[in-house]
């Protein structure tokens, strides 16, 4: 397996692979693998002559400095288990600096409305961090296909936004939600979380599911207010925000329009470990 550090050597090496006319697949990972992670790259190699994997905990688009801290950095058992998966994988794990060329910040992005709901909203300049790392990496690798998971959907939405707007011809493909055997979003937090709270995680997906169930009879409204009201009564997670949004706007939504689809939308709190999941309404 190929490890690069710097995205120069990274250029050098796919320069001529693309001249030869090979395709290259693309997953940005932060690392701390698991097999959500894994099911992107499994998809990269089976779409693509050559699959280049990112492992970098981008320092921008965290807004709490102990999250990123905390953040699980595991790169020796990603290696391995990349490797495992396929040897020919191009790892890329940039130093910041070099990355940043010396300046480790943000831009602002335009994302038509979309970085205003939700996460842009509890996680002031994350998406700006998210845009600015992943528009760079793009620049980099110039893949023809990338892959984001749908555990993150309103980043997968403002991925979409940013290709448009930038007219970079790459094709994200997305990748349904992975989960534990109890249901729980497949996450590299997890690892954080304490015995009695990995315990309790798994019932932000039951509510999910429950809420899945009775938006076929209820109103939004009905349905937000019992995800409140259930999540609130237990005694180990704490609620950030359940919203309902339409999948393509991101914009919350009271009532249903036939041809419309919908989503969920939670973030919850598990001990200090936030967690995030959504589903399909
Ligand atoms: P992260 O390392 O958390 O930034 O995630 C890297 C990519 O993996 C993103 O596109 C995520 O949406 C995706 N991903 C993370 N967890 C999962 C999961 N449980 N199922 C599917 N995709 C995931």
Redesign the pocket.
């Known amino acids: 397996m190929k490890v690069f550090h710097a995205k120069e050597a990274l250029q050098n090496h796919l320069q001529p692979l693309k001249q030869s006319g090979k395709t290259i697949g693309f ?11 894994l ?2 790259v499994k998809n990269a190699l089976k779409d693509n002559d050559v699959t280049v994997v990112s ?1 970098f905990v ?1 320092p921008t688009q965290f807004d709490n400095p102990d999250d990123l801290n905390k953040y699980p950095r595991t790169l020796e058992t990603d290696l391995a288990m990349l490797d495992k998966l396929s040897p020919e994988i191009l790892v890329f794990t940039p130093d910041a600096i070099n990355f940043y060329d010396g300046q480790i910040k943000s831009q602002p992005f335009n994302f038509d409305g979309l970085e205003y709901e939700m996460e842009g909203k509890h996680r002031p300049g994350h998406f700006d961090g998210v845009g600015t790392v992943v528009k760079k990496l793009f620049e980099i690798v110039q893949p023809h296909t990338a ?7 309103q ?2 939405k403002i ?1 979409e936004k940013l290709v448009e707007k930038f007219n970079f011809s790459i094709l994200i493909k997305p ?5 534990e055997a109890d249901g729980l ?5 997890n690892k954080r979380l304490s015995f009695i709270h990995r315990k309790a995680a798994p019932f932000i997906y039951q509510v999910l599911k429950q809420a899945q169930l009775l938006s076929q009879t209820n109103t939004f409204k009905e349905v937000k207010t019992f995800v409140n009201d259930v999540i609130q009564a237990h005694p180990l997670l704490k609620l950030e925000y359940f919203e309902i949004a339409e999948a393509n706007t991101l914009r919350p939504a009271d009532k249903k329009k036939v041809g419309n689809k919908y989503r969920g939308f939670i973030v919850v709190y598990a001990g200090e470990v936030r967690l995030i999941d959504n589903i399909e309404l």
């Open positions: 997953v940005p990972t932060m690392g701390a693998l698991h097999d959500g992670h099911a992107l492992i981008n892959y984001f998971g749908e555990k993150d959907f980043q997968l991925i990748i349904p939600i992975y989960r979003a497949m996450s590299s937090r």
